[in-house]
């Protein structure tokens, strides 16, 4: 269809108008500019800047960030650490040759200390500060700020109310006052918004309440901060260390007497606590054969005598979930185990060797390997690796086997290693593990000679004429068994932080403050009187900040409230509801 002259030159001089317009910009969609003519604006460096960190500091990324950071602190609790469990790690890592190498590069060992774990902490750090700065200037602007304006047409809202009573203009403000006085025992912030409209009048009361709300809302947020604050400062200031006692030995507390230690940069050398502690014995109870769970152990408890800075001793235990506590730290048991005594003569009978060799458990029944390790007195280094049975049984293929926890059988086997031991080039080594790579084995599986096997209190010869080796009897004289033959070890750790009493008050802030964002509900009321003739219209309404599934309810309390008030005072009747 064509369209005639008049048409084109009508439609020509409304788009022309419509360009001309003031009141529309050149881009409006129905302008003579082509949508090619619309040019972006560049945002720049400091725009793309300022983009990030509107980003990053918005509570949507914040809630992201914690949730990440949650997850991040997942393999934590799957793979051993360093700072908590430094054996577990050597087992880790005899158990896994392939595997611990790749884990370990990504600190899957050390998580909490990790760059990408910290990056993700002071992510979420910045992200809280920042997102929480500006909603505390608007919360404290809303304190100050007046409910407001009452809506003129109340019954557009969901939860309206309304009812008719007998009165004049006096007595329509008469029933604002009340409900005013109501809504203010309510725990409401009112305002009264009176106004004057030709020849009819309406007096009405706002309220709000709910502040708390965003209050404890902040309050959270902000604790979280603290919890964050307390972790990286008190950190800085706490150690946590690892150290083996066998029975009868003593550890002092200081830097050099620890297995391993990790300490805050601020924690100077003769920070630590003035105490010694020494392993009196270490009680466990193992469920006898012929009942249900035979050989499970239960029951630990490390018994201490504890010597303080100015001679005094008291005695304590430490027991699982039950740390005990030593001036500012605290004594936590974190394993135990056999520590057979065993002592190595060279062939000229000279003693080169002889304590207690702490045996790491490899199953339930106590079945525990050992190395020993002989760096000098003899003619080359000497490597044992032996295996501890404390209830020994013989198997079908002719290995052993522990049968129960307890020391019952007691049997250690010994296999010998000449040569290298790999402690004289400087690096670190393990005192749980035997490198043999340049070792020659001398007996024990693929050699012509049997593995040595002794019990408490025997000696064997140790291949080639090097010497001997005895299992010492630990049992005190005139035992009768051997169930006092071995000592035992306990692994403990002792942990020292001053920032975990603040990280429980923020804990519980935040605890406190989650229960107030949760379950204080944020609204609005309003009653409205307005005189007309003799009559007075009253109109109830309410609004509610977010999901408030009471808030119906609480309008229609309101409702009866007020009509009991208005009752009891010298007020007309009402005449009529709606």
Known sequence: MSSSPSEDTSTDRDGASAASDPLRPSDHI?????????????????????WG????????????????????????????????????????????????????????????????????????????????????????????????????????????RSAERAGSDDDAAAAVDVAEQQLKALGYRVARYDQAS??????????????????????????????????????SFAYTGQKVIVEGQTFVNALIDYNSI????????????????????????????????????????ANLSVREPDGSTTEGAVQVNHPLGIGGDKIYLLGNGYAPTITVRNAQGEKV???????????????????????????????????????????????????????????????????????????????????????????????????????????????????????????????ADFTQSVKRYVSLQIHHDDSAVWVLVFALLALAGLALALFVPRRRMWVKATASGDTVHLEYAGLARGEDPTLAAAVDDLVRGHERLLDAAPLPRPVKGA
């Open 262 to 301: 990790n300490r805050g940069r601020f924690v100077a050398d003769d920070s630590l606590e003035a105490y010694a502690m020494t392993l009196d014995s270490f009680d466990v109870t193992y469920e006898d054969f012929g009942t249900p769970g035979a050989g499970q152990a239960g029951n630990f408890k």
């Open 30 to 50: 129905d302008s003579a500019a082509s949508a090619e003519d619309i040019t972006q604006p560049k945002l720049g460096v400091i725009g793309w800047l300022r």
């Open 353 to 479: 060797l002889s304590q207690p060799v702490e045996f790491l458990p490899q199953d339930s029944n106590m079945s525990s390997l050992g190395v020993v390790k002989i760096p000098d007195g003899m003619p080359e280094q000497l490597g044992l690796i032996g295996f501890f049975y404390p209830t020994a049984v013989k198997l079908d293929t002719g290995a052993f086997a522990s049968a129960h926890g307890a020391v019952n059988i007691p049997l250690l086997t010994l296999d010998v290693y000449e040569g290298d031991l790999g402690i004289d080039g400087g690096t670190p080594v393990s005192v749980y593990q035997l490198d043999t790579e340049e070792m020659t084995k001398l007996n024990g599986r693929g050699t012509d000679q049997d593995s040595i096997q002794l019990q408490p209190g025997e000696t064997a010869d140790l291949p080639n004429g090097l010497g001997t080796v005895t299992f010492e009897n630990e049992a005190p004289a005139g035992a």
């Open 198 to 235: 030709g020849r009819t009048r309406n007096w009405s009361v706002s309220a709000e309440r709910g502040y708390w709300r965003e209050t404890g809302n902040l309050v959270f947020h902000i604790a979280l901060v603290g919890v964050l604050i307390t972790v990286g400062v008190g950190g």
């Open 53 to 160: 960190w509107r980003q990053l500091t918005s509570m949507r990324v914040a809630l992201i960030l914690l949730l990440i950071l949650a997850i991040a602190a997942i393999p934590g609790s799957i793979f051993p650490q360093r700072s908590a469990d430094p054996n577990g790690v050597i087992k880790y890592r005899t158990d896994n040759p392939d595997l611990f190498p790749v884990l370990d590069k990504l600190s899957l060992f050390d998580v909490y200390s990790s760059p990408w774990f910290s990056a993700i902490y002071l992510l979420l750090f910045v992200s809280l500060i920042g997102c929480i700065i500006p909603r505390i200037r608007h919360h404290l602007k809303a304190l100050r700020a007046r409910p407001p304006r009452t809506p003129v047409r109340l019954a557009r809202l969901d939860d309206h």
